[in-house]
Nanobody
Framework: QVQLVESGGGLVQAGGSLRLSCAAS????????MGWYRQAPGKQRELVADITSGGRTNYADSVKGRFTISRDNAKNTVYLQMNTLKPEDTAVYYC??????????WGQGTQVTVSS
């Protein structure tokens, strides 16, 4: 079993910054990718960013240039640095992990609220 523990969410004013962290633990044999999704009230869950074990990154167009995803493979931890936050970034952010065997795991979610 794999556990994902997120931290770093909170309330911030528009234009501010937050850094999310997600640490994976448990029976992790081979991680393919880690990343972040988000879900705003009344909207579908959407990909924010992800990063492969080789360091290749992928971002949603809405966050390019403002968010940066990084990863510490030794610690099985992924980070999301969020700058120039906007009210439309308000959502529950979920950490995700996929393995080389095709298994997927989700964190419990952390709330990010950006006030105008």
């Amino acid at each position: 079993q794999v556990q994902l523990v997120e931290s770093g969410g909170g309330l911030v004013q528009a234009g501010g910054s937050l850094r999310l962290s997600c640490a994976a633990s448990g029976s992790i044999f081979s991680i393919n990718a880690m990343g972040w999704y988000r879900q705003a009230p009344g909207k579908q869950r959407e990909l924010v960013a992800d990063i492969t074990s080789g360091g290749r990154t992928n971002y949603a167009d809405s966050v390019k240039g403002r968010f940066t995803i990084s990863r510490d493979n030794a610690k099985n931890t992924v980070y999301l640095q969020m700058n120039t936050l906007k009210p439309e970034d308000t959502a529950v952010y979920y950490c995700i992990l996929s393995t080389a065997r095709g298994q997927g795991y989700w964190g419990q979610g952390t709330q990010v609220t950006v006030s105008s």
